[in-house]
């Protein structure tokens, strides 16, 4: 059983969060599993896991009030390779992420936790990371 079901990030921007997270987490193999986008509804959302599977990761639209950010939390993604979690931090700085760490060992965390991390266009600090033996 896993611990955690879903998890949503709320954003301000629906179509510039969606293009953003289009493009990183098709790097890790995760794509857009459902979108409800209307224009002028306020209950906006689009959500991402595995082909054929639900949503784990989901980006709904909110108010810039209703936007938590803080240095105290992140998401952490499961990257299937230490490549792929290069493209993320490409592909996330390509579409209005900001560097938070570069990819490389993380010595700190464990011998094997090769990481990168970034913040989204919304201020969301988020990082791509496989830990395990090369």
Do not use: W
């Amino acid at each position: 059983m896993h611990m955690l079901h879903h998890i949503s990030f709320a954003v301000t921007d629906i179509e510039r969060a969606a293009k953003f997270y289009d493009h990183t987490l098709k790097s890790l193999g995760y794509i857009r599993v459902f979108e409800d986008i209307r224009s002028g509804e306020d209950d906006q959302a689009v959500g991402y896991g595995i082909e054929g599977g639900d949503d784990k990761f989901c980006i709904k639209l909110a108010s810039e009030s209703s936007a938590a950010k803080g240095h105290g939390f992140h998401l952490a993604f499961s990257a299937p390779s230490r490549n792929s979690v290069h493209d993320f931090y490409e592909q996330a700085l390509r579409h209005g992420g900001t560097d938070n760490g570069e990819p490389g060992l993380r010595s700190d965390y464990g011998p094997n936790y090769y990481a990168c991390f970034v913040i989204d266009p919304d201020g969301h600090r988020i990082e791509a990371v496989i830990n395990n033996a090369v």
